[in-house]
T-cell receptor, first 118, second 112 residues
Framework: DAGVIQSPRHEVTEMGQEVTLRCKPI?????LFWYRQTMMRGLELLIY????????DSGMPEDRFSAKMPNASFSTLKIQPSEPRDSAVYFC????????????????FGPGTRLTVL | DQQVKQNSPSLSVQEGRISILNCDYT??????FLWYKKYPAEGPTFLIS?????DKNEDGRFTVFLNKSAKHLSLHIVPSQPGDSAVYFC???????????FGKGTRLHILP
């Protein structure tokens, strides 16, 4: 398995532009998570999905952020308009619940997208 | 308001010795705890977990200890190896099927 795939790996954009981050979870995983990592706040959960349905988006910082999961193999995180304070590394993770001793807390992370907003 | 705290941003340990990474939490509802390891330019990877019904869980060179009364857990790595140099995140959750809260991480340097 290729693991969780994220694209792009790096994104540099100017303030006010729309940014779309993409994620392909591990095949068969039914939970998908979006995290943001910054020096100040560490690793924060933004939103998570179960079976393509958003379950908890309380971590989404503002209305400028939106996430979708149109099918089991694809999710996007969109920032519109982007601001310099959105600069961070964004991680997507997936997990499989209810199989043996597995728990969806044992998540598999992608390599992240480093976003720089100028 | 940090619910999971890793008070040491970094730690240096001689190769072959024991590495001890500490974590404190404030939410008494947390019942399930995890450690993740992260190398540069990669995502975190799950390392080991422990449920509150236990006070110790061991997996090879890695052991996690939980002290619920003190709201404290620690990760022991024995013996430490060069490949253990990474950032270690402590995380906690109210149960095995709820969202998890991460600490800010401790960077471990294993010295030759």
């Amino acid at each position: 398995d290729a693991g969780v795939i994220q694209s792009p790996r790096h994104e540099v954009t100017e303030m006010g532009q729309e940014v779309t981050l993409r994620c392909k979870p591990i095949s068969g995983h039914d939970y998908l998570f979006w995290y943001r990592q910054t020096m100040m706040r560490g690793l924060e959960l933004l939103i998570y999905f179960n079976n393509n349905v958003p379950i908890d988006d309380s971590g989404m910082p503002e209305d400028r952020f939106s996430a979708k999961m149109p099918n089991a193999s694809f999710s996007t995180l969109k920032i519109q308009p982007s601001e310099p304070r959105d600069s961070a590394v964004y991680f997507c993770a997936s997990s499989l619940a209810g199989v043996g001793s597995a728990s969806y807390n044992e998540q598999f992370f992608g390599p992240g997208t480093r976003l720089t907003v100028l | 308001d940090q619910q999971v705290k890793q008070n040491s941003p970094s730690l240096s340990v001689q190769e072959g010795r024991i590495s001890i990474l500490n974590c404190d939490y404030t939410n008494s509802m947390f019942d399930y705890f995890l450690w993740y390891k992260k190398y540069p330019a990669e995502g975190p990877t799950f390392l080991i977990s422990i449920s509150s019904i236990k006070d110790k869980n061991e997996d090879g060179r890695f052991t996690v200890f939980l002290n619920k009364s003190a709201k404290h857990l620690s990760l022991h790595i024995v013996p430490s190896q060069p490949g253990d140099s990474a950032v270690y995140f402590c995380a906690a959750s109210p149960n095995r099927d709820d969202k998890i809260i991460f600490g800010k991480g401790t960077r471990l340097h294993i010295l030759p």
